[in-house]
């Protein structure tokens, strides 16, 4: 492989030179050239993908090439065919689901995790991948102010976990078997989960992985009147009727920004409830534990101190590419005890004195990547108060929509807005049979199909209803205030053809 158009890797595997340092050197840099290109160019890519399904199977070969191919041939590829079929969830103007940040610190660690390669599943394996994950780990928790019980040097600690996901799941695994030890390996079909209706599908996700019995997943009506929070009251009520039944429940998850409308659910009372029971209570920050950093928002954190397990990613708003999901549990033997095993292959003198931690029974794959490198690298090179103007800058943006919105009075706003989420829909006439959802769905897929946008929707409370994230790295005003012309003038055209 080189640029210049011939290819070296000559006639069969003898003269593959995989990984030659001068090679890297000189395709990184042309890699990291086009890269660099892509992000300047970013804005005149349509931001969603506008291309039908099945299209690259028109554009490329039915099997794998038999010689290689050169680095150019590649990157006239990447340009003509992958680009046209890539979402740019990097684009300024993307304002769908919720971010999914890259930066250049981000992207140096990532960098320099695909250099050293390592699978870094016991201490041994690489030491400083271990240890460096601990200590950023332990950094992160005093920015986010959780209680000392959540450091490594309590009976507690954080991991990093590939998703938000594999986060819920391995707590409900450690959660499952401290009851089921209390109670009794045959209590199973008795276990019962206890989330709101605006809880992340992670949730049910891993009720199925972990063998909770479907029926015994309880899904409670958030509260409409408290914008989408569950009522602990109503959580109270659900876990009274199945402990009269002879169920045992021993799982709460609260969220802080909920998918849908970015909701903060009660965390104190939530938290008393579950202790009370002796059940787990896990809290899913996925998207707003970043803004949880900043002084006036950390009070959406307030109960945390009754929490078993917290979870946020910081690949959704912390700069830090994908995939860096930061879990910490109160007690980590309940998860080790869970997820340990230890097969001869594996033993070693480090682990089998016990004086190290081996995040493979942390989690559910063996091998894990250098992923603590590219956190680290973010809150080195930018540090905590960049880090809080950079939230604070998409919060504000947000505002500004939110006011844009509460401008017109063909819109409304559907929910309160608390952190970068604003949740709104063009009103449909009184007449309208749908209640707004074809108009809505129009309008949504009008901005989209323009490709000068992306936005996505939920339903709230039977309102289908258009979500406007901010927080992709490089939104600024302009593109706030471009997204929103955009939005005016598809709503008039609608009202023109209506
Ligand atoms: N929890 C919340 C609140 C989310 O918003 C999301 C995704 O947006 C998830 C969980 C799932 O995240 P992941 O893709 O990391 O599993």
């Given at each position: 492989?080189d640029?210049s158009?011939?290819?070296?890797?000559g006639?069969?595997?003898?003269s593959?030179?995989?990984?030659?340092?001068?090679q890297?050197?000189?395709?990184?840099h042309?890699m990291?050239?086009?890269?660099?290109d892509y992000?300047?160019?970013m804005?005149?890519?349509?931001?969603l993908?506008?291309?039908q399904?099945?299209?690259?199977?028109e554009?490329?070969?039915?099997?794998?090439p038999?010689?290689p191919?050169t680095?150019?041939?590649?990157?006239?590829d990447?340009?003509e065919?992958?680009?046209p079929?890539?979402?740019h969830w990097?684009?300024p103007?993307y304002f769908?689901?919720?971010?999914?940040?890259?930066s250049?610190?981000?992207?140096?660690?990532?960098?320099l995790?695909a250099a050293?390669n390592i699978?870094?599943?016991?201490?041994?394996?690489?030491p400083a991948?271990?240890?460096?994950e601990v200590?950023v780990?332990?950094?992160?928790?005093?920015?986010?102010?959780l209680p000392?019980?959540f450091?490594?040097?309590a009976?507690?600690?954080?991991?990093?976990?590939?998703?938000?996901?594999?986060?819920?799941?391995?707590?409900l695994?450690?959660?499952?078997?401290?009851t089921?030890?209390?109670?009794g390996?045959k209590s199973l079909?008795?276990?019962?989960v206890?989330?709101?209706?605006?809880?992340?599908?992670?949730?049910q996700?891993a009720?199925q992985v972990?063998?909770?019995?479907?029926?015994n997943?309880r899904?409670v009506?958030?509260?409409c009147s408290k914008?989408?929070?569950?009522?602990?009251?109503a959580?109270?009520?659900a876990?009274s009727?199945d402990?009269?039944?002879g169920l045992?429940p021993?799982?709460?998850?609260a969220t802080?920004?909920?998918?849908s409308s970015?909701?903060v659910?009660?965390?104190p009372?939530?938290g008393n409830?579950?202790q009370?029971?002796?059940?787990?209570?896990?809290?899913?920050a996925?998207?707003a534990g970043?803004a949880c950093?900043?002084?006036?928002?950390?009070?959406?954190?307030?109960?945390?101190?009754k929490a078993d397990s917290?979870n946020?990613n910081a690949?959704?708003?912390?700069?830090?590419?994908f995939d860096c999901s930061?879990l910490?549990?109160?007690?980590?033997?309940?998860?080790?005890?869970?997820?340990s095993?230890?097969p001869e292959f594996l033993k070693?003198?480090?682990s089998q004195?016990n004086?190290?931690?081996?995040?493979?029974?942390?989690?559910?794959?063996?091998g894990?990547?250098?992923?603590?490198?590219?956190?680290?690298m973010?809150?080195?090179?930018?540090?905590v108060?960049?880090l809080?103007s950079?939230i604070?800058?998409?919060?504000?943006?947000?505002?500004?929509?939110?006011q844009l919105?509460?401008?017109?009075?063909?819109?409304?706003?559907v929910t309160?807005?608390?952190f970068?989420?604003v949740c709104?829909?063009l009103?449909?006439?009184t007449s309208e049979?749908?209640?707004?959802r074809?108009?809505?769905y129009d309008?949504?897929?009008?901005a989209?199909s323009s490709?000068?946008i992306?936005?996505?929707?939920?339903?709230l409370a039977?309102?289908?209803?258009l979500?406007?994230?901010v927080?992709?790295?490089?939104?600024?005003?302009?593109?706030?205030?471009a997204a929103w012309?955009?939005?005016?003038?598809?709503?008039?055209?609608l009202s023109?053809?209506?």
């Amino acid at each position: 492989m080189d640029g210049s158009g011939t290819s070296d890797g000559g006639d069969g595997g003898g003269s593959l030179r995989p990984m030659d340092a001068e090679q890297l050197r000189e395709c990184g840099h042309r890699m990291v050239d086009f890269i660099a290109d892509y992000y300047k160019s970013m804005e005149t890519f349509p931001v969603l993908s506008q291309v039908q399904p099945g299209y690259l199977k028109e554009l490329l070969p039915d099997s794998a090439p038999n010689r290689p191919d050169t680095l150019d041939a590649l990157f006239d590829d990447i340009r003509e065919k992958i680009i046209p079929g890539v979402t740019h969830w990097q684009s300024p103007s993307y304002f769908a689901y919720y971010p999914s940040n890259s930066s250049t610190a981000g992207f140096l660690g990532e960098m320099l995790s695909a250099a050293f390669n390592i699978v870094g599943f016991s201490w041994i394996t690489s030491p400083a991948a271990t240890e460096l994950e601990v200590i950023v780990l332990d950094w992160f928790a005093k920015m986010l102010k959780l209680p000392s019980q959540f450091l490594s040097d309590a009976p507690g600690g954080g991991v990093i976990q590939g998703t938000a996901s594999e986060a819920v799941l391995v707590v409900l695994l450690a959660a499952r078997d401290r009851t089921l030890k209390k109670h009794g390996k045959k209590s199973l079909e008795k276990l019962v989960v206890y989330a709101s209706d605006q809880t992340h599908s992670a949730l049910q996700k891993a009720c199925q992985v972990a063998g909770i019995f479907p029926e015994n997943f309880r899904v409670v009506k958030a509260d409409c009147s408290k914008n989408y929070a569950v009522a602990p009251e109503a959580v109270s009520e659900a876990i009274s009727v199945d402990l009269s039944s002879g169920l045992i429940p021993f799982f709460i998850c609260a969220t802080v920004g909920t998918t849908s409308s970015s909701a903060v659910d009660p965390l104190p009372e939530l938290g008393n409830i579950a202790q009370g029971h002796d059940m787990w209570f896990h809290i899913d920050a996925a998207y707003a534990g970043s803004a949880c950093m900043c002084p006036e928002y950390r009070h959406h954190l307030d109960g945390v101190e009754k929490a078993d397990s917290f979870n946020m990613n910081a690949h959704k708003w912390f700069l830090t590419n994908f995939d860096c999901s930061l879990l910490w549990v109160k007690d980590r033997s309940y998860l080790v005890e869970a997820l340990s095993t230890n097969p001869e292959f594996l033993k070693n003198k480090a682990s089998q004195a016990n004086s190290v931690v081996d995040f493979k029974d942390w989690q559910i794959p063996l091998g894990r990547r250098f992923r603590s490198l590219k956190l680290w690298m973010v809150l080195r090179l930018y540090g905590v108060e960049n880090l809080q103007s950079y939230i604070r800058k998409h919060i504000q943006l947000a505002e500004h929509f939110e006011q844009l919105v509460l401008s017109d009075s063909r819109f409304e706003v559907v929910t309160p807005r608390l952190f970068s989420l604003v949740c709104f829909r063009l009103l449909p006439p009184t007449s309208e049979y749908e209640g707004g959802r074809q108009l809505n769905y129009d309008l949504m897929d009008a901005a989209n199909s323009s490709g000068k946008i992306f936005i996505s929707h939920t339903v709230l409370a039977g309102k289908f209803v258009l979500r406007f994230a901010v927080g992709a790295p490089l939104t600024e005003e302009q593109h706030v205030d471009a997204a929103w012309k955009l939005l005016q003038d598809e709503a008039t055209k609608l009202s023109g053809s209506a």
